[in-house]
């Protein structure tokens, strides 16, 4: 034995893993991936409604968001079939599991990321610094991500590289020897939070390495996307309920997100003939509630 350290492999779970299941694998480690969540004919449709949006997209501009990479945003408005993905069952309960501390979780952005050759490695960074850098407590989640594997992801294609566990000890810089690449089929999807450090792989390949990032955040927070403009009104309209409350349509908390004359915003979206206004009593529950139950599950799980 030569006593060279042994890089560890990504651990994978099944397409029938449990909302549950995979939130223990994200409390314990910061990632999980789920293997061939939705079938690649999902990928296929997206792909092709995408694509005309990615080519136009423009490069980055600095070393952060990859000067070789490309970002598509818009997915909501832009491919029909990326809605499916967006409510895809396992990523809706693993989030509303995930951030059940919280009244509401809602979506956080939707992107395409186009890895081409040539690209270097992304510095390794944790997601939710994107609010102000503001330092979250080490309890508190703020946001559950995903990347969808919309191309085959290999370490060679520049695969997002994770450092499992780094969520525990935030407080220091990682190299990327300490990182793991989350290699997986295109139609699998890499679960992580935004305490872990992560960042795409550089890609030595001659092929572009594709990930769809849609990820939820609590209802609480200004979203990374701006839904209400990324999605014209006149699209919206014709998007269902469950759909437009993950838009961030809904009372996002207490008595954040009200219109008009103190009203939820589905009446803005759907005009119904009964309007509703903001229950402020009602979300005061929930959010207490949401928090009882939440700390009740996890003294539970010995946490
Ligand atoms: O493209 C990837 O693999 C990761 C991208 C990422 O972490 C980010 O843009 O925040
Ligand atoms: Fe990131």
């Not at 979506?107 to 270097?120: A, D, E, M, N, R």
């Not at 089929?185 to 001659?206: I, P, Q, W």
């Not at 009964?274 to 005061?284: A, D, I, K, S, T």
Request: hydrophobic share 40%.
């Amino acid at each position: 034995m030569t006593g060279a350290k042994q890089q560890p492999v990504a651990k994978h779970l099944p397409s029938t893993a449990t909302a549950d299941e995979v939130v223990a694998q994200l409390r314990a480690e910061g990632y999980a991936i789920v293997d061939d969540l939705v079938p690649t004919a999902l990928m296929d449709r997206i792909t092709a409604e995408m694509d005309p949006y990615i080519q136009r997209s423009l490069h980055g501009d600095d070393n952060f968001v990859g000067k070789l990479t490309k970002r598509t945003g818009m997915m909501i408005a832009r491919s029909p079939a990326a809605r499916e993905l967006i409510m895809n069952p396992l990523a809706i309960g693993t989030a509303g599991e995930f951030l059940a501390h919280a009244s509401t979780f809602q979506l956080h952005l939707t992107q395409v990321i186009s890895v081409f050759p040539g690209s270097k490695a992304q510095p390794l960074h944790r997601d939710q610094v994107a609010w102000d850098f503001f330092p979250f407590p080490k309890d508190y989640e703020v946001q559950c991500n995903l990347l969808w594997a919309m191309s085959d992801y290999t370490a060679e294609m520049g695969a997002t590289r994770v450092v499992p566990g780094s969520q525990f000890e935030p407080d220091r810089e990682y190299t990327l020897e300490e990182s793991i690449p989350a290699e997986m089929r295109r139609g699998s999807a890499l679960f992580y939070t935004g305490k872990v450090y992560h960042g795409a792989g550089e890609n030595k390949s001659d092929k572009i390495r594709q990930a769809i990032n849609i990820t939820y955040a609590v209802g609480w927070v200004r979203q990374e996307e701006n839904q209400f403009l990324a999605t014209p009104l006149e699209i919206a309209r014709t998007l269902p309920e469950d759909l437009l409350k993950v838009m961030g349509y809904q009372m996002g908390c207490f008595a954040m997100g009200y219109v008009g004359d103190f009203e939820d915003p589905m009446n803005v979206i759907k005009e119904p003939e009964v309007r509703r206004v903001f229950n402020v009593e009602l979300m005061q529950k929930r959010s207490t509630d949401a928090r009882d139950a939440s700390m009740l599950m996890r003294a539970a799980a010995g946490e």
